[in-house]
């Protein structure tokens, strides 16, 4: 009798445990409410796996809820993520895959969310809001390590067409030639020096040049405000006498304008009186007596009479 009344209570007691773990586990009072959300991968997402954590500036805020190929675009994979209601998800918030530790478990990270950025609006059934994403470190280092490849590729190609066989006979030759200017020069190195020498002291000679042309170039300064100085006068006389002409060019046609008429009057007068005296001078030279008893008469021509009748 007591043998069976312990085993019917240890029965009902294993019973009551389960229920209460399945209780619990479905999301009994103690259990927290999620919210879901959607990331978009464009990498791969190796190492992580359903439950993975994810969390928010190092704090768990959620898990990995499943974890699907875009059936759009097998490139990209859809990440959902069931985030505790409440964590300040905002629309600046961006998911980045990590690794913790050195056992490699992959992991979410959110960071960002800026204070003024606006709230994702979370939703219940698909679709949900979507948190942006950024390339993890080892994409990073591997488009890096990719860029790099690729750029010893180009260099080591370089290099081979840089030690090809005419370019490595080119270089010798040049060598060759270097070679020779050197034993050259090494050759002439007194004439070189010498001349050296003599271009220091070409350079000291012209030095004391400039020093004694500074004052002659500051007299011919001077020289030349002088000069520029006597040109302005000059220009200004010439503009006055331009002007003094001027008015005497005015004034001289005034007067010939007044006194020509006389003037050719006076000249013509002058040129009688002038007759007159070449005939009296004439006259005085045939009959000098003439200064003193006055011009003898004219005989009377043929068929003439003094007294002016006509003989009979």
Do not use: C
Request: proline share 5%; glycine share 8%; hydrophobic share 45%.
């Amino acid at each position: 009798m007591n043998l069976t009344l312990v085993g019917a209570f240890v029965l009902a007691l294993g019973a009551v445990i389960i229920a209460v773990v399945l209780w619990l586990a479905s999301g009994g009072a103690f259990a927290k409410s999620f919210d879901r959300y959607l990331a978009i991968e464009d990498e791969s997402v190796a190492g992580l796996n359903v439950n993975a954590p994810v969390k928010l500036n190092g704090v768990d805020v959620g898990k990995v809820q499943s974890i699907n190929l875009d059936p759009t675009n097998p490139e990209r994979v859809q990440l959902v993520f069931a985030i505790e209601r409440g964590t300040p998800i905002k629309a600046d918030t961006v998911a980045v895959l990590k690794t913790q530790g050195l056992t490699g478990i992959a992991y979410v990270e959110l960071g960002g969310g800026t204070r003024s950025a606006e709230f994702l609006v979370p939703s219940a059934t698909p679709p949900y809001p979507v948190i942006r994403t950024n390339p993890s470190l080892s994409a990073r280092l591997e488009n890096v390590l990719t860029d790099v490849l690729a750029k010893l590729d180009r260099t080591s190609t370089t290099i081979d067409e840089l030690l090809s066989v005419e370019n490595r006979t080119a270089f010798k030759s040049a060598l060759a030639d270097i070679a020779a200017v050197s034993r050259t020069v090494a050759g002439r190195k007194e004439a070189i020096a010498a001349g050296i020498g003599s271009a220091a002291r070409t350079f000291e000679h012209a030095e004391r040049v400039s020093a004694q042309l500074g004052p002659v170039v500051e007299r011919v300064g001077r020289s030349a405000a002088a000069v520029e100085t006597l040109g302005e006068d000059a220009a200004a006389a010439s503009r006055a006498a331009g002007r003094t002409v001027a008015e005497v060019g005015a004034d001289v046609q005034r007067v010939s304008a007044e006194t020509l008429p006389e003037l050719q009057r006076l000249l013509g007068e002058l040129s009688v009186l002038s007759a007159s005296m070449r005939r009296l001078s004439e006259q005085t030279e045939r009959q000098p007596s003439s200064l003193l008893f006055g011009r003898s008469p004219v005989p009377d021509g043929p068929g003439e009479s003094s007294t002016g009748t006509p003989p009979r």
